[in-house]
């Protein structure tokens, strides 16, 4: 029994999603505190799409894809554990290359990507990642991975199978939820004929149960979701079309079952991942990339937007109407030849001391960490 609710899969029958609501945490007055540094190390050439959860004992598990460059076959999955006593990064290790993902699936893989973390309230941890056998990202399948050691060792990969036609061009990269029966929902998306998001409920054991489809068309992908209710949720998306990109969002009033056509936000997105999360007053957070415009220093005379500025918006009202409040990274002005600064991909965890942790690939080389308290989102907000 967790928090009043008992976590048992039936495979006969799951119930309706209802979604699993962490307990309010009760924070004593703190000073509020801010502190940045890498969590990666420096072992591989290129890093990106990191991920995180909190274990038992404080401590943080961290995990990302490295190697030589995106897409190379050298690409492994790495973790390190940050202790919170001491207040450093472990050195980290590669718990997951292309080889051993093709031993437990039985089939060749080309290169392996998007690692995803969620600890279940049951205990055991749940990492998802995408795995590539033929073409490019566009053509990658979900495969899943349980630890019951909190990271010590994982069970083999087993390959989600989410379509019954070719099973191809599904990804994830942003948070999973709990439902009360103790099944997951993967935020996925999808890159080949059209870009959409979609919300896949599975076992815990890998048996995928159903797929709610988030968005349709061809425009929206990588869907973060902000839970504020056993039935009512909001997802933040990518966009990815061709005119003003905005932070596009969807709403859920039953469990995730079934959203509301998306709408335009009025926060900036330069086709760039984004990552919403609650604080203890259930106010909605969202990390993004809102759109730089080079003026001075336009590379193309329409102005060049980037990944320059890495913000932190607020909203008292589910998203409806947004504030930014502060920038993580914001970038100065430069000269044409200059390189171009690209801060993406940020993902939030949650300490079980109440304490929040943002993730980010900090110009492909580097993961950066930044810690900060409820107190400091009291100052921003």
Known sequence: MIAGVFFSLNHERFASPVFY???????????????????SDGTTQSVHSSTAVSLPNGNLLAMWYGGTREGHTDVNIYAAVFDRKTQKWQKSKPILDRYQVANDLDRYIKKVGNPALIRHPAGPLILTYVSVSLAGWASSQINMMVSYDDGQSWHASKHLVTSPFLNISTLVKNNMVIYEDGTIGIAAYHELIGEFSELIRVSLDGEVINKYRISSGAETIQPTIAVHSKENAVTYMRDTSK??????????????????????????????????????????????????????????????????????????????????????????????????????????????????????????????????????????A
Request: no cysteine; glycine share 4%; net charge negative.
């Open 243 to 380: 005119n003003i990109q905005k932070v596009r969002r969807s709403v859920t009033n039953d469990g995730g079952e079934t959203w509301s056509p998306y709408e335009n936000t009025i926060l900036d997105n330069p086709n760039s991942s984004v990552f919403a999360f609650l604080d203890s007053k259930n106010r909605s957070w969202l990390i993004l990339n809102d759109a730089v415009k080079h003026v001075e220093h336009a590379r193309d005379n329409g102005g060049h937007q980037s990944r320059g500025n890495l913000a932190l918006a607020v909203s008292m009202d589910q998203g409806l109407t947004w504030k930014i409040v502060h920038y993580f990274e914001k970038e100065v002005d430069k000269k044409p030849e200059d390189a171009e600064s690209k801060y993406s991909y940020p993902w939030v965890t949650k300490s079980a001391n109440g304490e929040f942790n943002v993730f980010y690939t900090w110009n492909r080389k580097v993961i950066k960490h930044i810690q900060f308290n409820q107190a400091w989102l009291e100052e921003k």
């Open 21 to 39: 609501v962490e307990p309010v945490q009760s924070i004593e007055p703190q000073s509020s505190f801010y502190i940045q540094e890498d969590a």
